[in-house]
């Protein structure tokens, strides 16, 4: 299993620009996230789902959109990138007994780091 | 309010020394999880523990160790005889819904 990846690894956006972060994961897991870091800040939520077509915010999702057309595949798009969006983007995605109340430990994919000028 | 506060920033220590990093959480759920991830310089998430909140009972894994107390809503880690190889970020979380709310993370700096 490859587990959760992300592309790219590294991006320049100038203010303004529109781009994509691509994450998928091959375990079959019925939950994914994203999350971005900024230093002393730990990792926040940006936008998360709990299945394919459903989608929810997290704690910072003003700029951001997602979908989640299937199992695999969660992208995140930045509709016009600022300065502010400058972080490191961590994907991640879990196997949730959400009925059961059990919750797994989230698997993260590498990252992405996002510079915006 | 769902909160986890790691109020030591940064922590240096000498290799071999015992370290313990704390993490106090705030809840008002009956039922929640708390995780300890590690986060070396290479960049990635490492997942390292995951505690119920109705399984009070200490885990011991290697030099690894956790102290988990509801009474002072505390999920305290500690790592026996350090060693380099442990500099990293540690972040703590909570577990509420689905969603990882985190500490801002512990940088521990190993030296040899």
């Known amino acids: 299993n490859a587990g959760v990846t992300q592309t790219p690894k590294f991006q320049v956006l100038k203010t303004g620009q529109s781009m994509t972060l691509q994450c998928a994961q091959d375990?079959?897991?019925?939950?994914m996230s994203w999350y971005r870091q900024d230093p002393g800040m730990g990792l926040r939520l940006i936008h998360y789902?709990?299945?394919?077509?459903?989608?929810d915010q997290g704690e910072v999702p003003n700029g951001y959109n997602v979908s989640r057309s299937t199992t695999e595949d969660f992208p995140l798009r930045l509709l016009s990138a600022a300065p502010s969006q400058t972080s490191v983007y961590f994907c991640?995605?879990?196997?949730?007994?959400?009925?059961?109340?059990?919750?797994?430990?989230?698997?993260f994919g590498p990252g992405t780091r996002l510079t915006v000028l | 309010a769902q909160k986890v506060t790691q109020a030591q920033t940064e922590i240096s220590v000498v290799e071999k020394e015992d370290v313990t990093l704390d993490c106090v959480y705030e809840?008002?759920?009956?039922?929640?999880?708390l995780f300890w991830y590690k986060q070396p310089p290479s960049g990635e998430l490492v997942f390292l523990i995951r505690r119920n909140s109705f399984d009070e009972q200490n885990e011991i894994s290697g030099r690894y160790s956790w102290n988990f107390q509801k009474s002072t809503s505390s999920f305290n880690f500690t790592i026996t005889a350090s060693q380099v190889v442990d500099s990293a970020v540690y972040f703590c979380?909570?577990?509420?819904?689905?969603?990882?709310?985190f500490g801002q993370g512990t940088e521990l700096s190993v030296k040899p």
């Open positions: 375990m079959n897991h019925e939950y």
């Open positions: 991640a995605s879990s196997y949730s007994k959400a009925a059961q109340g059990s919750y797994n430990e989230q698997f």
């Open positions: 979380a909570l577990n509420r819904g689905g969603k990882l709310i």
């Open positions: 789902s709990v299945g394919a077509g459903i989608t």
């Open positions: 809840t008002r759920d009956t039922t929640y999880y």
